[in-house]
């Protein structure tokens, strides 16, 4: 005999586990991914993470309720005692109907049950801020709770750790009567927070089912909105994953302004390019020398006799793919206008409301126009003098392919203020004069309520001239509005109460 006597096991440690819903490997590892690829749902773990203890956990359970086929409920005594709140707060949502009526829209879809997680999970945690769920107090003691819980599992450790060595009977004795002390400190917390959670309001309580309510129609709506903005703005359906329709779904959700303005330029993009499949009335053209393209449609004759020839259409094809074919080169009567967009856009108090809706979807459907022809475009948008500039590349790399994120920051941007037209077409003038925006098109798209000095204009005159470009204006004529200062600055001057008419061509047209 070794003459050590057995220490009984009397300590009960805490489980690890503070999820309610069972998951498995792959539900751990869809949310990991949702989480990894969703800045928003980060931000929203990290902040719920100050609010309450285990708030992470809670968006899991959220996630697996809306994504599992057949959620199922740990037991009580499977979960740590400080993942109480979120079992309060399930339970309100685990049987009532509307859960029933989300999960016919997100089973099994990864970014409508993390898109339905993100919006529940930031009403839940508003409400925890306020202290509108719980008093400051009893949010200390859920802390509380998760310290002992700590506790209890470290000094159990220890206890046991003691027992493999030669430490004295006393020792160990003192080692396993501090794990029971701790034991019984954290049943006793559990106890008065269980019995606190108990009282909470009934409305408390049901924070996740009045979150929930009419989210089944918000999140179909967002997920359709946020498809026809990714493939209106060039988008290529879900390459970005689940993620990034998460983000853009939380923005439109979140956002009416957003909804409407989708709705406003999907009619003018529809609008825009069907008088450019209608124009084709082709541009006046005319053949101007022979080069050498990869262009199918401008083949010299000759060139297209060898295809009937077995080895030579090898040799043509070899010679079309490194663009080596005899094709015509047409000069247009006027060339201009194929260069960057550069859109001033008016953020002045006067453009607030229906004005704001207009000009931005007027400025986004020349954004699809310059995706469409590769062409680069920058916002500057603009209100009072001492008001900084917000300046945005839409597409700032090579293949001009839009960035979302950029396109939805100017959909929200509004500053506010009066309106002054000078610095923003300086800075116009500025950015022409870059190499990359050079023989550029500047739009201004304004209610015109603004004067400018004849100083000014006189050097913006001789600089358009210098610069060799035309200021295209688009004139927002829902309400109040002025084309005085417009004429003396513009080549050609629209309004967006004509641009159901031949009026659009003057834009969408010639600048495309």
């Given at each position: 005999?070794?003459g050590?006597?057995?220490v009984?096991?009397?300590?009960l440690?805490?489980?690890?586990?503070h999820c309610w819903?069972e998951?498995?490997?792959?539900?751990?590892?869809?949310?990991?991914?949702?989480?990894?690829e969703?800045?928003?749902?980060?931000?929203?773990?990290a902040r719920?993470?100050?609010?309450v203890?285990?708030?992470?956990?809670l968006?899991e359970?959220l996630f697996?309720?809306?994504?599992?086929?057949?959620?199922?409920w740990r037991?009580?005594?499977?979960v740590?005692?400080s993942?109480?709140?979120?079992r309060?707060?399930l339970?309100?949502?685990?049987?009532?109907?509307?859960?029933?009526?989300?999960?016919?829209e997100?089973?099994?879809?990864?970014?409508?049950?993390g898109?339905?997680?993100?919006l529940?999970?930031?009403?839940?945690?508003?409400r925890l801020?306020?202290?509108?769920?719980?008093?400051?107090?009893?949010?200390?003691?859920?802390?509380?709770?998760?310290?002992r819980?700590?506790?209890l599992?470290?000094?159990?450790?220890e206890?046991e750790?003691l027992?493999?060595?030669?430490?004295a009977?006393?020792?160990r004795?003192e080692?396993?009567r501090?794990?029971?002390l701790?034991?019984?400190?954290l049943?006793?917390?559990?106890?008065q927070v269980s019995?606190?959670?108990?009282?909470?309001?009934?409305r408390?309580?049901?924070?996740?089912?009045q979150?929930?309510a009419?989210?089944?129609?918000?999140?179909?709506?967002?997920?359709?909105?946020?498809?026809?903005w990714?493939?209106g703005?060039?988008?290529?359906?879900?390459?970005g994953?689940?993620?990034?329709t998460?983000?853009?779904?939380?923005?439109?959700?979140?956002?009416?302004?957003?909804?409407?303005?989708?709705?406003?330029?999907?009619?003018?993009?529809?609008?825009?390019?069907?008088?450019?499949?209608?124009s084709l009335?082709?541009?006046?053209?005319?053949v101007?020398?022979?080069q050498?393209a990869?262009?199918?449609?401008?083949?010299?004759?000759?060139?297209?006799?060898?295809?009937?020839h077995?080895?030579?259409k090898r040799?043509?094809l070899?010679?079309?793919?490194?663009?080596?074919l005899l094709?015509?080169?047409?000069?247009?009567?006027?060339?201009?206008?194929?260069?960057?967009?550069?859109?001033c856009l008016?953020?002045?108090?006067?453009?607030?409301?229906?004005?704001?809706l207009?000009?931005?979807a007027?400025?986004l459907?020349?954004?699809?126009?310059?995706?469409r022809?590769r062409r680069?475009f920058?916002?500057?948008g603009?209100?009072?003098?001492?008001?900084p500039?917000?300046?945005?590349?839409?597409n700032?790399?090579?293949?001009h392919?839009?960035q979302e994120?950029?396109?939805?920051?100017l959909?929200?941007?509004?500053?506010?203020?009066?309106t002054?037209?000078?610095?923003?077409?300086?800075?116009?003038?500025?950015?022409l004069?870059?190499?990359?925006?050079?023989?550029?098109?500047v739009v201004?798209?304004?209610?015109?309520?603004?004067?400018?000095?004849p100083?000014w204009?006189?050097?913006?005159r001789?600089?358009?001239?210098r610069?060799?470009f035309?200021l295209?204006s688009?004139?927002?004529?829902?309400g109040?509005?002025?084309?005085?200062?417009?004429?003396e600055?513009?080549?050609?001057?629209?309004s967006?109460s004509?641009?159901?008419?031949d009026?659009?061509?003057?834009?969408f047209?010639?600048?495309?």
């Amino acid at each position: 005999m070794s003459g050590r006597e057995p220490v009984p096991r009397t300590v009960l440690l805490p489980p690890r586990q503070h999820c309610w819903i069972e998951s498995d490997a792959y539900d751990r590892s869809a949310f990991a991914r949702l989480s990894e690829e969703t800045p928003s749902l980060r931000a929203l773990a990290a902040r719920g993470a100050e609010a309450v203890p285990h708030f992470d956990a809670l968006l899991e359970d959220l996630f697996c309720l809306c994504f599992k086929l057949d959620p199922c409920w740990r037991a009580d005594d499977a979960v740590g005692p400080s993942a109480a709140l979120n079992r309060t707060l399930l339970a309100a949502l685990r049987e009532h109907p509307l859960l029933a009526s989300l999960r016919e829209e997100t089973q099994l879809d990864e970014a409508k049950a993390g898109l339905a997680t993100v919006l529940m999970g930031e009403d839940v945690l508003l409400r925890l801020e306020r202290d509108e769920l719980l008093p400051r107090g009893d949010r200390v003691d859920l802390w509380d709770l998760a310290r002992r819980e700590e506790e209890l599992r470290r000094r159990a450790e220890e206890a046991e750790s003691l027992e493999g060595t030669g430490a004295a009977k006393a020792t160990r004795a003192e080692a396993r009567r501090q794990a029971e002390l701790a034991e019984a400190q954290l049943r006793r917390k559990a106890q008065q927070v269980s019995q606190r959670l108990g009282e909470m309001p009934a409305r408390a309580r049901e924070a996740l089912p009045q979150s929930a309510a009419g989210l089944r129609r918000e999140i179909a709506e967002a997920d359709a909105e946020a498809h026809g903005w990714s493939s209106g703005l060039g988008g290529e359906g879900d390459a970005g994953g689940a993620g990034r329709t998460i983000e853009l779904g939380r923005r439109l959700a979140r956002n009416p302004k957003l909804r409407k303005l989708g709705a406003l330029t999907g009619r003018m993009r529809t609008l825009a390019v069907a008088l450019r499949r209608k124009s084709l009335e082709r541009p006046s053209a005319e053949v101007h020398e022979v080069q050498l393209a990869g262009e199918l449609a401008r083949l010299l004759p000759p060139e297209l006799l060898a295809l009937r020839h077995p080895l030579l259409k090898r040799d043509f094809l070899r010679r079309l793919h490194e663009g080596r074919l005899l094709a015509y080169r047409l000069r247009g009567v006027d060339e201009h206008g194929r260069g960057p967009m550069i859109v001033c856009l008016d953020g002045s108090s006067s453009m607030a409301g229906e004005k704001e809706l207009w000009a931005k979807a007027v400025a986004l459907t020349l954004l699809e126009i310059a995706r469409r022809q590769r062409r680069l475009f920058r916002v500057i948008g603009f209100s009072s003098r001492d008001v900084p500039l917000f300046v945005l590349d839409l597409n700032p790399r090579e293949h001009h392919r839009v960035q979302e994120e950029r396109a939805l920051d100017l959909a929200e941007h509004f500053a506010g203020g009066g309106t002054d037209f000078e610095t923003p077409l300086d800075a116009a003038l500025a950015t022409l004069a870059e190499a990359r925006y050079h023989r550029g098109d500047v739009v201004l798209i304004t209610d015109g309520e603004c004067q400018v000095s004849p100083e000014w204009l006189e050097r913006f005159r001789s600089e358009k001239k210098r610069l060799d470009f035309a200021l295209f204006s688009v004139l927002i004529d829902v309400g109040p509005s002025t084309t005085d200062t417009l004429r003396e600055l513009s080549d050609r001057v629209t309004s967006v109460s004509r641009l159901t008419d031949d009026a659009a061509k003057d834009l969408f047209l010639r600048l495309g």
